[in-house]
């Protein structure tokens, strides 16, 4: 997953632009992605296979310059890590 995607072998994501850090929630199915796009980016994760898939819509990326489309609008987003 990149912020761009290609098209084949990388599929586009939201709030993934100079990714700093990541952390993985206690139970292991959620991954987040603090990036120096001033953004965290939320995936669910697969606890067999590790398998990543973004959330949708708004769930999917909190911004401090979020557009309300690709990212929800979040206070304090800029330069996030963990």
């Known amino acids: ?3 761009e995607g290609t098209g084949g072998t990388c ?3 939201h709030g993934l632009f100079g990714a700093v850090s990541v952390a993985v929630s206690p ?3 959620h ?3 603090a990036s ?3 953004a965290v980016a939320i995936f669910a ?3 067999t296979t590790g398998a990543l898939t973004q959330l949708n ?3 999917g990326c909190i911004a401090e310059n979020g557009d309300g489309v690709a990212c929800a609008v979040g206070a304090g987003c800029a330069k996030p890590s963990f």
């Open 1 to 3: 997953m990149s912020e």
């Open 11 to 13: 599929m586009g994501g």
């Open 27 to 29: 139970d292991g199915q």
């Open 31 to 33: 991954l987040y992605v």
């Open 36 to 38: 120096h796009g001033n």
């Open 45 to 47: 994760r697969n606890v």
């Open 57 to 59: 819509g708004l769930a």
